[in-house]
């Protein structure tokens, strides 16, 4: 991630997975199990970069890049994230939506501010 908050990608073709979640009250074990994940994920073979934010409301989007879709299969079936995925839907998502897409294009801007 670039120090802006922004992820650096490279030129497209590839995916994005849009992770848009709204919480449950409490941590129980939230936060650390995040430290985790974000850590484990950087490894991923195929990991690009992440960019996420969560309201106070606990309404969070995360958008994670990656190179192919074999990369996000290849971190859907990693064991620890699988039981992250598992106790979130337990303990910590009222509701999520995952949605995957491929990016054809991107671009940035503005220039010199």
Known sequence: MSSNGFATTPEPPYYAVIFTSKRTEGDTGYDAMMDVMAKLSTEQPGYLGR??????????????????????????????????????????????????AKVERAYSGPEGR
């Open 51 to 100: 960019e996420s934010v969560r309201g106070a409301d606990g309404l969070g989007i995360s958008v994670i890049y990656y190179k192919d879709e074999a990369s996000i299969a290849g971190w859907k079936a990693q064991a620890q994230h699988a039981s992250a995925q598992r106790i979130g839907r337990e303990r910590w998502y009222e509701h999520y939506e995952m949605r995957v």
